[in-house]
């Protein structure tokens, strides 16, 4: 076998480019004013602005040619459409979740979920909340809990399970108020948390104490099968199963899940809940009805539905799993290398930078992940994102605790080496001049999910 995916090189991609997009890179004036006309937040920067676009992986995959064939063969009918049944074996056999609702995407399939389990008064523990998992349970007027293991909050811990539940904890909030415990949740991989695996060592005992109780457990898999390599891959004992396997455990240690397929379904929208739950899969429908359409369709295309089924498909696979994971790490490598502070180990769909040590001489108050986002877009045109203070802070407050961090998320199939390494240079021409970086202040936000929207000025001190 040639040593197709050795550390110091990039890994060579399982697939061949068919179609092109042209991109390219603004002058440096016109990226100034890009930037002050977004209100220096990338959220607000036109796609023409941005040269390389890791804002997201989030719908920013490329399609393959089977699936844009898929959607040659849409069904277009309101109701019983082929591809529906497609879909609804795909997931069926991929997690053994026998009722399958579409949504249109994962916070669709949130606020069904989350609106019908949680009440007011409610406590939702999860390894970590991604935002808009946090953002539907405050929704009911109930109480997100992140219970992630302590290493999760070290970036310099090389711990390989970082998305792992602190179970300790899990139980003592389970003993002091299961009552008021709707549900369980785990996210894989866990994305606030630097795209961090979860153990299925972990999985298993979660699902164990939350059962214990009489307590659901609902996944975010998002990223299913990224967290399931990684099982595969740094557990002991799992070499020699397949990905498949290994996430067909996991759900079924679980009762259900909520999906957004822009990731681990290599779609660019589409999502969906499943659950054994058929009393909970009835009230779903119901409500899917008034806010997202038909159960057959769940606010998408019949096409987008068949794309959803061969994408699950595609991104289980272990040649495609092998170069996403193996992008991430070479990126990682090449900044580790100069000495950009990461967090380690480098986990599924992106870099995250560690905030805390990139610009060690602006404290909180100063959004230090703000100002590095901004300076990634004026030295290269690269487009990140924070996830820190501003995505996680409430009201007018920004959170001074937990992880600073700013995420390279990459895209599924989208990128190659050399744009990799391209970034990986602009983020070094940064860190070179890192002393000369200032703060910013919101000047505007909006109640909820405000980094989408909120604007920064430079700070005057
Ligand atoms: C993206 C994401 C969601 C929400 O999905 P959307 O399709 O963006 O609505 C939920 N949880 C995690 C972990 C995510 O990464």
Redesign the pocket.
Known sequence: MPPSFADEHSPVEPYRIKVVEAISLLGREERERALERAGFNPFNLLSEEVYIDLLTD??TSAMSDRQWAGLMVGDEAYAGSRNFLRFEATVRRLTGFPHVIPAH????A?HLVLSLLAHPGDVVPNNMH?D??RTHVQRVGAKPVDLAIPEAYDCENPHPFKGDMDTDRLTRLLDDRSAAVPLVMM?LTN??GGGQPVSLANLREVSRIAHARGIPLYL?M??WAENAYFIRTREPGMSQRSVREIGRECFDLADGA?M?A??DGLVNIG?FVATRDAKLAARIKEELIVFEGFPTYGGLARRDLEAMAIGLEEASDERYLEHRTGQVRFLAGLLTASGVPIMAPPGGHGVYLDVRRFLPHLDARHLPGQALVVELYREGGIRAVEVGAIMFGDGEEVADQGLELVRLAIPRRVYTESHLRYVASVVRHVWERRDSVRGFTMVEAPEHLRHFTARFAPSAD
Not at 105 to 108: F, W
């Open positions: 989030s719908g995407q994962g916070r669709a949130e991604f808009t998992t996210t994305n606030t975010d998002c990223r909520t957004s822009k990731k999502g």
